[in-house]
């Protein structure tokens, strides 16, 4: 049989909505939404791991957020569906308000107002507004990354939360402590404080768990089982933070399947207090996409990050990336320690063969930049 429809997406759209409120009329179903412009697929992970001894879960694969992603991934709920888990990601003015406009979710994470996409969507400012289209349509609470200034000014009528670093965070961070050994985290809920180590790499990845957590113990997971689960988690997606040994001794951080210039600042950040354990520091960058006419001073603005953190070595590869190379180059205090590789088909000789036992190696870039594949070549993975 065919069913023969005029917009394929909008049918798709459509069947999802009734299948949802159909397994919603059931009075069971609770809906996680999930945005920001970094953290969604660490975030919601994180939640689908903490929920499900609760009850059926079902979350996205991989980044499943748009609108044809999102509505495949509300047609796998059944009646005995307990929690959904959704990510709503953003494609311009209106994007996330036609997903949430639908879906309707129970809860509404808001993660961060950063700098990807603000060249496709004309600025921060934008991005602002678009991620804001979630707020109307969140039924009962909004937890707010209360560290971020443009969020934690969303306007909601509901119950607000916050989590952050901030003194009046709902779920507050109190510190982070990197190692190679993972994320170790302190933390404070209703006056009692909590420590948990990740197996997982980076300040942001707390600010995560701290969403997820947050979202769990909301929907009635206890503090300590969500601490538990969490701190077994060996990493939340490939290629996002993916600690790797490799066979030669040294170590490879390989993030390499997005980046924006806030995640692409948290991972050198990730990487420069490695360093300062007694490790070399070694940069593998590539182009950060989507950024428009603000590209040109975001990647000069990585380039001389990368310096001013004493990274001890750069290596920038392809054409769109050279700024961050020519950036790193121009400042005062560095003389050789970037080098830049105009071909991905060159870097995996040239890298390989300047590396030692101890060194760590952080690989990150852009999906399109194609480094996650050689960021697993340099980490020996097959």
């Given at each position: 049989?065919?069913?023969?429809?005029?917009?394929?997406?909008?049918?798709?759209?459509?069947?999802?909505?009734?299948?949802?409120?159909?397994?919603?009329?059931?009075?069971?179903?609770?809906?996680?939404?999930?945005?920001?412009?970094?953290?969604?697929?660490?975030?919601?992970?994180?939640?689908?791991?903490?929920?499900?001894?609760?009850?059926?879960?079902?979350?996205?694969?991989?980044s499943?957020?748009?609108?044809?992603?999102?509505?495949i991934?509300?047609?796998?709920?059944?009646?005995?569906?307990?929690?959904?888990?959704?990510?709503?990601?953003?494609?311009?003015?209106?994007?996330?308000?036609?997903?949430?406009?639908?879906?309707?979710?129970?809860?509404?994470?808001?993660?961060?107002?950063?700098?990807?996409?603000?060249?496709?969507?004309?600025?921060?400012?934008?991005?602002?507004?678009?991620?804001?289209?979630?707020?109307?349509?969140?039924?009962?609470?909004?937890?707010?990354?209360?560290?971020?200034?443009r969020v934690?000014?969303?306007?909601?009528?509901?119950?607000?939360?916050?989590?952050?670093?901030?003194?009046?965070?709902?779920?507050?961070?109190?510190?982070?402590?990197?190692?190679?050994?993972?994320?170790?985290?302190?933390?404070?809920?209703?006056?009692?404080?909590?420590?948990?180590?990740?197996?997982?790499?980076?300040?942001?990845?707390?600010?995560?768990?701290?969403?997820?957590?947050?979202?769990?113990?909301?929907l009635?997971?206890?503090?300590?089982?969500?601490?538990?689960?969490?701190?077994?988690?060996?990493?939340?997606?490939?290629?996002?933070m993916?600690l790797?040994?490799?066979?030669?001794?040294?170590?490879?951080?390989?993030?390499?399947y997005?980046?924006?210039?806030?995640?692409?600042?948290?991972?050198?950040?990730?990487?420069?207090?490695?360093?300062?354990?007694?490790?070399r520091?070694?940069?593998?960058?590539?182009?950060?996409?989507?950024?428009?006419?603000f590209?040109?001073?975001?990647?000069?603005?990585?380039?001389?990050?990368?310096?001013?953190?004493?990274?001890?070595?750069?290596?920038?590869?392809g054409?769109?990336?050279?700024?961050?190379?020519?950036?790193?180059?121009?400042?005062?205090?560095?003389?050789?320690?970037s080098?830049?590789?105009?071909?991905?088909?060159?870097?995996?000789?040239?890298?390989?063969?300047?590396?030692?036992?101890?060194?760590?190696?952080?690989v990150?870039?852009?999906?399109?930049?194609?480094?996650?594949?050689?960021?697993?070549?340099?980490?020996?993975?097959?």
């Amino acid at each position: 049989d065919q069913v023969v429809v005029k917009d394929t997406i909008v049918a798709l759209n459509s069947l999802a909505e009734h299948v949802l409120n159909l397994v919603r009329a059931g009075g069971m179903l609770k809906v996680i939404g999930i945005t920001g412009s970094n953290g969604k697929t660490s975030t919601k992970n994180l939640l689908a791991k903490m929920l499900e001894p609760l009850g059926e879960t079902v979350a996205p694969i991989a980044s499943f957020n748009n609108e044809v992603g999102l509505p495949i991934t509300v047609l796998r709920i059944t009646h005995q569906t307990k929690y959904l888990v959704l990510e709503l990601g953003a494609a311009g003015l209106g994007s996330i308000d036609r997903l949430a406009r639908w879906t309707r979710p129970d809860i509404g994470i808001q993660l961060k107002v950063g700098m990807a996409h603000a060249g496709e969507f004309g600025g921060i400012e934008v991005t602002e507004k678009i991620k804001a289209e979630m707020m109307p349509y969140i039924q009962d609470t909004a937890i707010l990354n209360f560290d971020d200034p443009r969020v934690r000014q969303f306007a909601f009528s509901g119950k607000r939360i916050g989590f952050g670093f901030a003194s009046d965070s709902d779920y507050r961070l109190i510190s982070t402590e990197l190692s190679l050994s993972g994320t170790e985290v302190k933390l404070a809920v209703s006056g009692k404080e909590y420590e948990v180590t990740l197996k997982i790499l980076g300040e942001h990845q707390a600010m995560n768990l701290m969403a997820a957590l947050a979202a769990a113990h909301t929907l009635g997971a206890s503090i300590e089982k969500c601490l538990d689960i969490a701190k077994e988690i060996i990493m939340v997606e490939r290629w996002r933070m993916q600690l790797i040994a490799a066979p030669g001794g040294y170590w490879v951080i390989n993030d390499a399947y997005n980046a924006s210039p806030d995640s692409m600042r948290a991972a050198l950040q990730t990487l420069a207090v490695i360093g300062r354990q007694g490790h070399r520091t070694i940069a593998v960058l590539g182009h950060m996409a989507e950024l428009g006419e603000f590209s040109s001073e975001e990647h000069d603005s990585i380039g001389r990050l990368v310096v001013r953190l004493n990274i001890d070595k750069l290596f920038v590869v392809g054409d769109s990336a050279k700024l961050i190379h020519m950036a790193a180059s121009q400042e005062g205090s560095w003389s050789g320690e970037s080098e830049f590789i105009d071909s991905l088909a060159n870097a995996f000789e040239i890298i390989h063969e300047r590396l030692a036992p101890g060194d760590v190696v952080l690989v990150k870039a852009s999906n399109i930049a194609g480094l996650r594949f050689l960021g697993d070549d340099l980490a020996g993975v097959k």
